[in-house]
């Protein structure tokens, strides 16, 4: 009777353990796997976007606009078909550098549609689509200031808070044992403008978006841009970590770049003068995952 006793309350206790177990798996399923869901009981689809991340992400007359949210619209389009949706109502929720996998993390948006570098540890808390674009981080700079890693040290740097180019500053400064003063600013506009006044003898940023910020300075500014790249990231859209979800979006973007798209995006989101490089129509081919 001892035994018999032992063994009903020892297959009470793994019953009990898996009950509770299954208990506490389920809420985080359902809130993980819920997205696709969401999307088809509201009709809407929330993209979160910058307003400081040109080209990728910004307003142009009041609406978002760039080469992310373009990207995020087009993925949108795909899940309306895919879901057979009569409508798909795109909304706009706008976040900072330093608030975006918050926004994602919290369920305030379904897609991170800015200039976003997909990492190791920002997968701990949300996942990514496949690359959608890849650039690097560079330096602008007044005249005679550091164009190189070997020139930065003494100098007062600025760099974009909440983000893998200052992770990368950080870095690059430690390994080759260099001492700079790294001024965190909290948009690129302040970080140019300390540039301007000489508060700054260099800015450290995503190269795309410094090339365009110069683009739309006024004729005769003497900053200038470092001719190499100091980091090479891959952008990709961020999203909740929900498995049906993401592969949805990948589908989206690989038939879309399967058939052109990217390249389409590019020339509709960047510069006129701008062309789609050598390493952004390979990145076009070796995304478009197939079926």
Request: with cysteine; charged share 25%.
């Amino acid at each position: 009777m001892v035994g018999m006793g032992w063994l009903g309350v020892s297959a009470k206790l793994r019953w009990g353990g898996a009950w509770l177990a299954a208990c506490a798996i389920w809420p985080a399923a359902a809130q993980a796997d819920g997205t696709l869901d969401r999307i088809k009981e509201t009709g809407e689809i929330r993209l979160a976007y910058r307003t400081d991340a040109s080209p990728f992400s910004y307003e142009l007359d009041g609406k978002p606009s760039g080469y992310s949210v373009n990207l995020c619209l087009e993925v949108a389009k795909r899940l309306k078909e895919e879901l057979n949706l009569a409508q798909l109502a795109a909304s706009f929720v706008k976040v900072t550098a330093e608030s975006r996998f918050d926004a994602i993390v919290e369920g305030q948006a379904d897609l991170l549609c800015e200039a976003t570098t997909a990492t190791l540890s920002r997968r701990e808390k949300v996942d990514f689509s496949i690359y959608t674009f890849v650039s690097g981080a560079s330096l602008v700079i007044r005249p005679g200031g550091p164009t190189s890693v070997d020139t930065l040290a003494g100098h007062k740097i600025g760099v974009l808070g909440g983000t893998t180019t200052l992770q990368a500053l950080d870095e690059t400064l430690r390994e080759n044992a260099i001492t700079a003063d790294v001024i965190v600013v909290k948009t690129h506009d302040e970080g140019f403008e300390q540039l301007e006044k000489g508060d700054i003898t260099a800015y450290f940023g995503d190269r795309t978006i410094l090339e365009d910020r110069l683009r739309r300075i006024p004729s005769g500014t003497e900053l200038l841009l470092a001719d190499n790249y100091l980091t090479i990231q891959p952008y990709a859209l961020a999203m909740p970590i929900d498995h049906e979800f993401r592969l949805a979006v990948d589908r989206s973007l690989s038939h879309l770049f399967r058939t052109g798209g990217l390249i389409k995006v590019v020339r509709q989101s960047f510069d006129p003068n701008a062309k789609p490089s050598d390493l952004i129509k390979m990145l076009s081919r070796v995304s478009g995952l197939p079926d």
